[in-house]
């Protein structure tokens, strides 16, 4: 069995877009979290999520990994880009689209 930290960080490494949330897109369990789905959801990019509601081991450490103290968290390519305030005015800025297509299109296949 795999310990928390490095469940997060195989989460981290096998998804390019990964948002750590509360709830789920299709039903955020906060207002945070919805505004980052909104957000992510204008840039037609897919992403992966964790609802760290249902995985309180992860809630409890991730904060300590990212030194980001709340949720929502979003993850590109395995580094934090930020909280809802900070998607949503890279949203606005125009910024969060290409960001998300470049990390995309680095991928691996």
Known sequence: ???TEERILEQLKSNTVILYMKGAPQAPQCGFSAKAVEALNQTGIPFAFVDVLNAPFIREKLPKISHWPTYPQLFVTGELVGGADIIEEMQRA????????AAIHQAPA
């Open 1 to 3: 069995m795999s310990t």
């Open 94 to 101: 125009g910024t969060l689209k290409p960001l998300l297509e």
